[in-house]
């Protein structure tokens, strides 16, 4: 490698850590989301339809070079490749490349330029943190909705075995009452196009639309939080760990003092118990 190129690499890298300049891209990132809300307010061609267009070409040109100073400030090319947001970024960087004035595919360029809202979450470590937690909780919460579905399933067999003559429109079959129960369950007007008419009929009725509530809107859903919340937890303290910053970071810096000491004084003992021989 060059001189030259080394101290280009450098500078590059030096400006992708730079604060100003990760401010600058989230900047423009809700610019851009701007634009194509303002996209949506009126078609005919008109000068300001004319101004969006522009901007929407510069916020794409933004976009272009800065994805290139990321890839420039590595090593080698490769490492950028190795890390999943940076090829998130780059094929929502890549997709916004299509044009817009081809009539064909006009709607498509629109629909991939609304996937530049996302990049927020990869410039943001906070946002990165938290759906890392969602994708790393969703097998553990995979369980937990087998549970509710087997919960739901039963109650919705018992719902259209009771109640199927109060309402076929409810009740009639599985199915229908399964759906039901999640209107129940989201407490979407429940009680009125639910509870009060099946009452009517049964007055006992309150006996299972109270036991199916307390189980999926306070347990269940409790543990679907509890999963989510255990997992961010990990997710911030493996974050302090790697960053060196943070309570757990000076936690682990403590345990490894302690284990140091430890194996010095056991070092210590061992040369005294060979002097004493």
Known sequence: MSPSFGTWRDRFERLRANKIFELTVIAIIVLSALLIGAKTYEEEVSPFQEWLLLLDVGVTVFFLVEILIRMAAEKRLLDF????????????????????EDSEMVLLARLLRIFRVLRLVSMIPELR????????????MGYVALLMFIIFYIYAAIGSFLFSDVDERLWGNISLAMLTLFQVATFESWATAVLYPTMEHYPYAWIFFLTFIFLNAFIFL????????????KESIQAQLESGEGEAAELHGLRD?????????????????????
């Open 81 to 100: 490749f190795k890390k999943g947001w940076n090829v998130f970024d780059f094929l929502i960087v890549t997709a916004s490349l299509i044009p817009m």
């Open 257 to 277: 003092d302690v284990r140091q000491l430890r194996d010095q004084l056991s070092r210590m003992e061992a040369m005294l118990e060979r002097r004493e021989r």
């Open 129 to 140: 943190m938290l759906i890392a937690a969602l994708f790393k909780s969703i097998p553990r």
């Open 222 to 233: 409790n543990m679907m939080i509890g999963i989510v919340l255990d997992v961010m937890q």
